[in-house]
């Protein structure tokens, strides 16, 4: 074998391992801001009229008024000023992306203002995120449309409401007390699948506290969808299916809500979504952790298969947001023998003997044949 023959091979070898690299990281780049940072430029505005105080179309103050309508926004409910998309909540409507999305991470960046509006001025602060959003602009209370809802509200980000698009497969725990004091169905990843046509509670109250910023996630995949607060996943849902139309709900648009309340978002990035699987095999130093209030305990994790993009965690359990978990910036690689390590505590006043269980998630679900147990002390 010459040398000519051999530097040909070295060079392919090279090359195949940047292709290779280069496409284990893939999915870490690629996002695309959906505002930027000036003005509402691709989105369009839509409120309706200025009078109406309900989820109905004929709860009002005094006669009937027109909508605000189409990019007409005179007391200003959406404005952008340094950096920062202002969201007033003074008249219910929504921002939508002249675009449609499917099969998509989407990343986005809240926190609550001061103000209140009638009829929701005695209620927790409200917003929302509605997706695969389709039909007319005022298909729901005359201003928001055919959608489903990732919700925006205080200690309860990450419900989920059906805005009239499609009914999806959710697993529950039905009939759930909660932080709230109302009763609502849960989202319990240990339940069985089930249609579901209405509310679905979030697992936990991941949210920054003191009107602090949170991020906010929805992963997309085809007619499923994940929720995530702060890098922690808080609700599924799986099979959104329109049965007026005899199909699965995968694309619309995006908007975000106003619905009473003040709040503002920091960032909205957007990027696809890459279907090729990568074979990772996670292995935790520990199965069990005992955790306390009063001290950290630690978990190594180490990757000793294929590289991996994590975007989240979730724990799965009862009173899932009693433990705290330090996650790394995500989303992350984790490469073929490398180690990340997790700190774990406990929120005072934790219920004692509660055992829950740890996974890590990639943008095509779970990591699979990975958990470790946490018990609290």
């Known amino acids: 074998m010459n040398s000519r023959y051999i530097l040909k091979w070295v060079l392919l070898l090279i090359m195949t391992m940047n292709i290779f690299f280069a496409f284990s990281q893939k999915q870490?780049?690629?996002?695309?801001?959906l505002f930027n940072g000036k003005d509402l430029t691709g989105w369009d505005v839509w409120l309706r009229a200025p009078n109406m105080t309900s989820y109905n179309d004929t709860s009002r103050i005094g006669p009937p008024q027109p909508n605000f309508g189409l990019n007409n926004d005179?007391?200003?409910?959406?404005?952008?000023?340094?950096?920062l998309i202002h969201i007033s909540g003074e008249v219910w409507g929504a921002i939508t992306s002249k675009e449609s999305y499917g099969n998509y991470h989407l990343r986005f960046v809240t926190k609550w203002g001061e103000k209140k509006y009638f009829p929701k001025d005695k209620s927790l602060r409200d917003g929302g995120l509605l997706f695969h959003c389709t039909g007319p602009f005022n298909y729901a209370f005359q201003c928001w449309m055919r959608s489903m809802e990732m919700q925006v509200q205080e200690t309860e980000i990450g419900d989920f409401f059906n805005v009239g698009g499609g009914v999806a497969e959710f697993q529950i725990t039905p009939k759930v007390k909660t932080k709230n004091n109302e009763t609502a169905d849960q989202y319990d990843p240990s339940m069985p699948l089930a249609r579901h046509p209405g509310r679905v509670y979030r697992s936990g109250n991941f949210e920054t506290p003191d009107k602090g910023w949170t991020t906010g996630e929805l992963v997309c995949r085809h007619s499923d969808a994940v929720f995530i607060v702060n890098g922690f996943v808080v609700n599924r849902l799986f099979n959104i299916f329109r049965q007026d139309l005899?199909?699965?709900?995968?694309?619309?648009?995006?908007?975000?809500?106003?619905?009473?309340?003040?709040?503002?978002?920091?960032s909205?990035?957007?990027?696809?979504?890459?279907?090729?699987?990568?074979?990772?095999?996670?292995?935790?130093?520990?199965?069990e952790v005992t955790v306390s209030e009063n001290e950290n305990q630690q978990i190594e994790i180490t990757n000793n298969g294929e590289a991996v993009e994590l975007i989240a965690a979730e724990i799965l359990g009862k009173d899932v947001d009693q433990f705290i978990v330090k996650l790394p910036a995500m989303p992350m690689i984790l490469k073929k023998g490398a180690k990340i390590t997790l700190p774990v505590t406990m929120k005072p006043g934790s219920v004692s003997g509660n055992k829950v269980k740890l996974r890590l998630e990639t943008v095509l679900g779970p990591v699979s044949g990975f958990e470790v147990s946490l018990v609290a002390k």
């Open 74 to 83: 005179p007391l200003k409910v959406f404005t952008v000023s340094n950096g």
């Open 28 to 33: 870490y780049s690629g996002w695309k801001s």
């Open 246 to 266: 005899n199909e699965q709900v995968t694309k619309g648009k995006i908007q975000f809500q106003s619905e009473s309340a003040e709040h503002f978002y920091k």
């Open 268 to 287: 909205i990035e957007i990027r696809p979504i890459s279907f090729v699987q990568t074979n990772p095999s996670l292995s935790s130093d520990r199965n």
